[in-house]
């Protein structure tokens, strides 16, 4: 059974920057595609990033040049490094294995303005 558990959230000014962390158990790590998505208060979740297997990075265009997510396989954990922050990135950030459509529980990122 695949778990994910994010962290790394918080409140932030307009311009700071934050690492979120999901830790994965219950899966072949190094061999299963990752991604990051967020929900903004009242809004649908949307896309952020991902990244399969080998290390190939996608980015919805919102977010491209100021956030960068990356996986170590020792720690089963991939990262959403956020710089650059604006307060319309302030929501709830989950990662998603692909593969089986597993979310996490979500860890909240407040921007001030």
């Known amino acids: 059974q695949v778990q994910l558990v994010e962290s790394g959230g918080g409140l932030v000014q307009a311009g700071g920057s934050l690492r979120l962390s999901c830790a994965a158990s219950g899966i072949l790590f190094s061999s299963n595609a990752m991604a990051w998505y967020r929900q903004a208060p009242g809004k649908q979740r949307e896309f952020l990033a991902s990244i399969t297997t080998s290390g190939t990075t996608n980015y919805v265009d919102s977010v491209k040049g100021r956030f960068a997510i990356s996986r170590d396989g020792a720690k089963n954990t991939v990262y959403l490094q956020m710089n650059s922050l604006k307060p319309e990135d302030t929501g709830v950030y989950y990662c998603?294995?692909?593969?089986?459509?597993?979310w996490g529980q979500g860890t909240q990122v407040t921007v001030s303005s």
């Open positions: 998603k294995h692909l593969r089986t459509a597993t």
